[in-house]
T-cell receptor, first 111, second 116 residues
Framework: AQTVTQSQPEMSVQEAETVTLSCTYD???????LFWYKQPPSRQMILVIR??????QNATENRFSVNFQKAAKSFSLKISDSQLGDTAMYFC????????FGAGTRLTVKP | GAVVSQHPSRVICKSGTSVKIECRSLDFQATTMFWYRQFPKKSLMLMATSNEGSKATYEQGVEKDKFLINHASLTLSTLTVTSAHPEDSSFYIC????????????FGPGTRLTVT
């Protein structure tokens, strides 16, 4: 079974600075998808970024980018120019047949 | 974008009763829907996977007789918590995968169940 590990329960960053959230996963599959989701207090899951495992190029979405290291099974999220609205829980997710989540990282952006 | 709705958003029921939660894909067809449970300040735990027209596949440790899942159409899946107990109180989230071939899941807003 696939497992997803987020080793940082909580992180904080000053507004306008950069923060990196870590995620590692374990799988024997070669084809899969990786995601970062944001869950604000409303608890609605919001897709931040996705990465197809067969693509070597790291995905980017505006201020959000990933560092995907397939051999190391690592998938970190970098948030640049952090904004107060980025404060939320962030979940790393692995998808093959179904989607599995890491334990989450609570990110606080400080003014 | 693809929208998934859940109804109700909040429900309070008495111990021993059953409660049904609906999950609908509003603007797309979903061959596969997923049900997750989330405890406070915890991650989403997959409960079951349902495919339209067939029986749901439950994760280990999830009681299929307690959590009845029906996926009768390409736009609707239901989760019925039978004979609810206070320990069933939780936040339940559904998600749906499109039939378009795009490998992505869309999440509903969740249902907060409180069993008294």
């Amino acid at each position: 079974a696939q497992t997803v590990t987020q080793s940082q329960p909580e992180m904080s960053v000053q507004e306008a600075e950069t923060v990196t959230l870590s995620c590692t996963y374990d799988t024997s599959e070669n084809n899969y998808y990786l995601f970062w989701y944001k869950q604000p207090p409303s608890r609605q899951m919001i897709l931040v970024i996705r990465q197809e495992a067969y693509k070597q190029q790291n995905a980017t979405e505006n201020r959000f980018s990933v560092n995907f290291q397939k051999a190391a099974k690592s998938f970190s999220l970098k948030i640049s120019d952090s904004q107060l609205g980025d404060t939320a829980m962030y979940f790393c997710a692995f998808m093959n047949n179904d989607m599995r989540f890491g334990a989450g990282t609570r990110l606080t952006v400080k003014p | 974008g693809a929208v998934v709705s859940q109804h109700p958003s909040r429900v309070i029921c008495k111990s021993g009763t059953s409660v049904k939660i609906e999950c609908r894909s509003l603007d797309f067809q979903a061959t596969t829907m997923f049900w997750y449970r989330q405890f406070p300040k915890k991650s989403l735990m997959l409960m079951a996977t349902s495919n339209e027209g067939s029986k749901a596949t439950y994760e280990q440790g999830v009681e299929k007789d307690k959590f009845l899942i029906n996926h009768a159409s390409l736009t609707l899946s239901t989760l019925t918590v039978t004979s609810a107990h206070p320990e069933d109180s939780s936040f339940y989230i559904c998600s749906a995968r499109t039939t378009s071939g795009v490998y992505e899941q869309y999440f509903g807003p969740g249902t907060r169940l409180t069993v008294t």
